[in-house]
DNA sequence: CACTGGATCAACCGATCGGTTGACCGGCGC
DNA sequence: GCGCCGGTCAACCGATCGGTTGATCCAGTG
């Protein structure tokens, strides 16, 4: 029997998720929690009673207290650390790759099938680790065909275009030049391929290249 | 017996909602659908074999195909509709504005408790309304803070806004000029108290008008 | 019926932005 | 050492945007 702890903010999917994997005979559900703190609060309780969790599902979004990715990197830095499988709604890159980072020894995406859940869990559970196809593709394609990347520099000025600031207010706050700010605003079109500010920050914000405005 | 449809792109909720949903004695999840076009197959399947469905319950977000919004339209517009209980995972004005304009008879947040989506199933049932009570609160805001509310097709612009377009380009897609999408602007920059589109849409992101950029 | 407010359009002008060209400097790798 | 790249700055020009004034139409409301 693998045990299980299920952690996701929203009710109805931890109910989904603990009827899916209930149907699978090699599965137990023994904990759930709503956000971080109460997940590790989890696996230390059922630690002491001698029956740890085997494996952690988790989600990356999760509205009020520590993000998925936090609270993975905080599982993970325990002494006896079960291994955790990201399962969440959004395949971006800088989530997958921040998942990664954090220790997550899988990452699925919440439209797959059970059978695929399924085989995740059981690879997690063997210390395996079990990309979702869609996820793996992704990161083939990137790594053959890698998306320039916004230099530190470029991604601090996103960042405030997206406050919503003009060029010359952009330029104090980053102690440069106005046309310092315009040359590297004609790199960041250019390498997001878009043509002016209000679609780099759209283009921006879905590579989660920064997070949404304000 | 309270008979309903679940309209969801992931397995994991819809096997959470079933769950749950089961959990209630007058409720009788009979049918599941994926989109749009399915649901309204499933309605019309049901009503011929006279086990007509007395609810639809409704993701607005769907990865393919016809989303939620549209999918309630085309169901509001059957001879026999169903009432539609929109279950969704955002709250900003833009989606609760669409669905209430769709026919929708309610409108929840999937990490409601069981016994508010309970009461909200069977009062769209009934026939009646229900509002999760984050949105009736922001819509009773609206209502008694009638300054800063951006109209309809205020909000509608502020979207396209959201994703990068010209002026020329928005006016193409709102079928208007580019002068009264300009007069729009300005209109809006007013209410939002900023006074430029990079700002408004920071602004209109950070007061829930709108779902963040792309 | 007059009034208000939302939506539509036009013309105009100054400010800002988009895009180019060209330049200088400092670090990194071959 | 030389080339490449990221970061910095300047000048210029056309396009777009911000803001104003003024106007018409229509749907509610008092």
Redesign the pocket.
Known sequence: MIRILLVDDHPVVRAGLRAMLGGFEEFDVVAEAAEGAGAIREIERLATLGEPVDVVLMDLQMGAGMDGVGATRRIRAMPTAPPVLILTTYDTDADILAAVEAGASGYMLKDAPPEQIRAAVQAAAAGETALAPEVAARLMGRIRNPA???????I??VELLATG???????KK??????????????I??KLG???????IAAATARRIIRGPA
């Open positions: 320039p990347a916004l230099s530190a520099r470029e601090e000025l600031l003009a060029n010359k207010a952009i330029a980053m102690f440069i030049s106005e046309a310092t700010v315009k040359t590297h605003l004609v790199h079109y250019d878009v043509d002016n500010r209000t679609a780099a």
